[in-house]
């Protein structure tokens, strides 16, 4: 792993080179770290309708400088049976968001967002904070970035057209501080970070992490990439209870594929650690219930007409959460502008454990 971490070094020194010259061109991509929040927004937009033309955001401009500010509200109602048990439901408001974007000039910028989520936090937290740097002048039609800050890694793609997440985002997103290199143009955009992450498989105290990730794009509608990351440990599921039985990071690797031809979209993605956790560490987990977790999804979505969306979806899991596996169907429906309102139904079955979902989510964007 030493020559692992020379590697990286001489690339982030590289890098900073590179980004040194004066920036003073296009904006900086947000693309890579996104998170599932991003989702929801993108349904929103596609639901809104072609005809009816989106709010203005609220911008703060002086001096040649921008404050843009947005915001997201999610309020949901579940029912859940589980066979041979008993039936629960509720009705919560799962997110609060507010978050803003600031442009200092073309090719600087930042980016923080604050959330909030019923049961989830006790108090409005931090979810991102991100500074972005572009340099002015493109390799190949290809511009070099970076990103530092608080921010959700490059590894996986989690689209969904789905109120849940996907087994696949449950096992694999990660949010760490973190300083993440790009090249990125109309054909690909390959990522490469490192980070300090929270779970240690010794008592040190360094950056000993790292995520890397590679989409291309061929064509228009049509989109596939592979990312790895050091270590599944670091993942926001926390798989590891006891750090004192983690000896040996358990890295992990992602693929995805995202096809749209028209009003149909397929999505199918796979999450897999690439090694075996140990039985110790399976003995003392909650959702890591085998020695080596992989997840599936796979969805396919169809817009009928301009604010109406229809999907169906199968997804499962091995040696992670009880190797559940997932069936089911969405209809969401643009009512206002910025605002929608979905209906999911889920069919669960866990060790034999069936179970019956159905979840409405009424979502506000602005």
Request: glycine letters at 8%.
């Amino acid at each position: 792993m030493n020559w692992m971490r020379r590697l990286l070094g001489c690339f982030f020194v590289a890098g900073l080179i590179l980004m040194l010259p004066v920036v003073v061109l296009a904006q900086p991509d947000y693309e890579a770290m996104r998170s599932q929040i991003d989702n929801l927004r993108q349904r929103i937009a596609t639901l809104e309708g072609e005809k009816t033309q989106p709010d203005e955001p609220f911008i703060l401009s002086a001096l040649n400088k921008s404050i843009t500010l947005s915001g997201l509200l999610e309020l949901e109602a579940f029912w859940e049976k589980v066979e041979g048990g008993e039936e629960t439901s509720d009705l919560q408001l799962a997110t609060v968001e507010l978050a803003a974007d600031v442009d200092i000039n073309e090719n600087i910028a930042g980016h923080l967002a604050l959330l909030w989520e019923e049961d989830e936090t006790d108090n409005i937290e931090v979810d991102q904070a991100v500074i972005f740097l572009r340099h002015p002048v493109p390799f190949w039609r290809h511009y070099v970035t970076f990103a530092g800050g608080k921010m959700y890694l490059p590894f996986g793609n989690f689209d969904s057209a789905f109120i849940s997440d996907p087994l696949t985002l449950e096992l694999g997103e990660t949010n760490s501080t973190a300083a993440v290199f790009g090249f990125q143009g109309d054909l690909l955009a390959l990522h490469v970070g490192a980070f300090n992450g929270d779970v240690d498989t010794r008592d040190d105290d360094r950056i000993d992490s790292w995520v890397a990730s590679l989409e291309l794009t061929p064509m228009d509608g049509l989109a596939f990439g592979i990312s790895y990351l050091s270590d599944l440990a670091e993942s926001d599921i926390e798989l590891v209870k006891d750090e004192d039985l983690y000896r040996s990071s358990v890295a992990a690797g992602g693929a995805y594929l995202s096809w749209q031809i028209g009003g149909v979209n397929l999505l199918a993605e796979y999450i897999a650690a690439l090694e075996n956790f140990s039985s110790e560490m399976v003995g003392a987990g909650e959702d890591l219930t085998g020695e080596r977790p992989w997840a599936w999804n796979v969805e396919l979505s169809w817009e009928p007409t301009e604010r109406w969306q229809l999907g169906v979806k199968a997804e499962g899991a091995e040696d992670f959460q009880s190797d559940l596996k997932r069936y089911g169907a969405v209809v969401s429906r643009g009512l206002f502008r910025n605002t929608v309102l979905g209906l999911e139904y889920l069919y669960g079955d866990a060790d034999e454990d069936e179970s019956h979902t159905v979840t409405a989510q009424l979502a506000l964007s602005f």
